[in-house]
């Protein structure tokens, strides 16, 4: 039993370590980003913020939305016209089930690149979940846009299978 308990603890220790760990080094790029000089900082798509956003993508992929919020915004503070940037911070509402949030950061995305199949086909998302047709709309523009994105088309034959369209 004693065994048993002892295991248990070093488990959650382990696992407060990784935690704790992960956000140590997204603090600690976030913080390299934040020192950077205003003409890096202003630069969309720096190796830095490449760099950062990754921390986002690996904090998306560990199931922690709330991190790669964090770090997409410390960019977005810095250089709010980074669409790689905005696309993290979408992602990230829309893990948190925050969808009206989600789509308003597609929707700064689509201002500065109007044709953003990613962007679409995010807002697609959002939407698939309360108004299919509205949805199919969203990923018919990102069809559009880039017909190579299997994303959207796959998304596409769902949203019109839920309005019964099977054709």
């Known amino acids: 039993m004693r065994h048993g308990i002892k295991e248990s603890r070093t488990i959650s220790h382990v696992r407060a370590l990784q935690a704790g760990f992960g956000l140590c080094l997204a603090l600690a790029l ?21 760099g950062v956003l ?4 690996a904090a998306i992929a560990g199931n922690d939305p709330q991190m ?38 597609y929707q700064l995305a689509l201002n500065i690149e109007p044709t953003s199949s990613q962007a679409e086909t995010g807002i697609g998302r ?24 299997a994303a959207a088309q796959n998304d596409l034959g769902i949203a019109l299978d839920l309005q019964g369209n099977y054709a």
Not at 54 to 57: K, P, Q, R, S
Not at 84 to 99: D, F, K, P, T, V
């Open 30 to 50: 976030a913080g390299c980003h934040a020192s950077q000089t205003p003409q890096l900082a202003q630069a969309s798509n720096s190796p830095n913020d490449i």
């Open 126 to 149: 959002c939407l698939l979940q309360r108004d299919a047709a509205a949805a199919a709309l969203a990923f018919t523009k990102a069809v559009q846009d880039d017909p190579h994105n």
């Open 68 to 105: 790669a919020l964090q770090v997409s915004q410390s960019v977005l503070a810095s250089d709010p016209h980074n669409v790689q940037a905005l696309y993290h911070e979408a992602a990230s509402y829309y893990a948190l089930n925050r969808c009206e949030d989600a789509i308003a950061a």
């Open 54 to 57: 990754n921390v986002a993508d």
